[in-house]
């Protein structure tokens, strides 16, 4: 079945870095989603991306869909604490299909101590 | 605009029980999917309903069994409930006759089977 890949699984940020992640698949997707989980609340909807290439901003996050349409990343820049949660990618391989998401596993965004 | 509302918050049941949890879909939205989220993973599509039937379905056991209702309101029952099936249970709705069918997701409900 489809797979989405996340890297990394986990990253420690300082106030004001820029930060970074990806997902990878093995099949094509045909919208690329991002969602942000805090603890005990579900995922919230960040960026969607609908076109291969397409290079889309929400504030500080930008996040793009790859020309392959099987990977996308996220940057988050100048971050601050309340980017710390879960940042999941889900991909939709077919809207006739049902709407099935699928997810990646998770990039943990932590605050250096 | 109401957003994806989920109840209750948390059940503890034991192995062997039953469960049915609710929710309620955002104003406008047609269509309910359900998803199971182990600790520390990605969320895996259960089912999706659309218009009160069942509009694909990941792979998991027929004892995951749904409904919608004409409000599009939906609930997803759980028979002979195993450890494993301990998780945080997500609700998203959509419109499916939208243009780029993001899902909403509620705040979920948290299941422990002991």
């Known amino acids: 079945g489809q797979q989405l890949n996340q890297s990394p699984q986990s990253m420690f940020i300082q106030e004001g870095e820029d930060v970074s992640m990806n997902c990878t698949s093995s099949?094509?997707?045909?919208?690329w989603l991002w969602y942000k989980q805090d603890p005990g609340e579900g995922p919230v909807l960040l960026i969607a991306l609908y076109k291969a290439g397409e290079l889309t901003s929400n504030g500080r996050l930008t996040a793009q869909f790859g020309i392959t349409r099987k990977d996308s990343f996220l940057n988050i820049s100048a971050s601050i604490p309340s980017d710390v949660g879960i940042y999941f990618c889900?991909?939709?391989?077919?809207?006739?299909?049902?709407?099935?998401?699928?997810f990646g596993g998770g990039t943990r965004v932590l605050v250096k101590p | 605009e109401t957003g994806v509302t989920q109840s209750p918050t948390h059940l503890i049941k034991t192995r062997g029980q039953q469960v049915t949890l609710r929710c309620s879909s955002q104003?406008?939205?047609?269509?309910v999917s359900w998803y199971q989220q182990a600790l520390g993973q990605g969320p895996q599509f259960i089912f999706q309903?659309?218009?009160?039937?069942?509009?694909g379905r990941g792979n998991f056991p027929p004892r995951f069994s749904g409904l919608q209702f004409p409000n599009y309101s939906s609930e997803l029952n759980v028979n002979a409930l195993e450890l494993d099936d301990s998780a945080l249970y997500l609700c998203?709705?959509?419109?499916?006759?939208?243009?780029?069918?993001?899902?909403?997701f509620g705040p979920g409900t948290r299941l422990t089977v002991l």
């Open positions: 309903y659309y218009r009160e039937e069942e509009n």
């Open positions: 889900a991909g939709l391989a077919n809207k006739a299909a049902g709407n099935k998401l699928t």
């Open positions: 104003s406008g939205h047609n269509t």
């Open positions: 998203a709705s959509s419109l499916v006759a939208g243009a780029h069918n993001e899902q909403f």
């Open positions: 099949s094509i997707f045909n919208t």
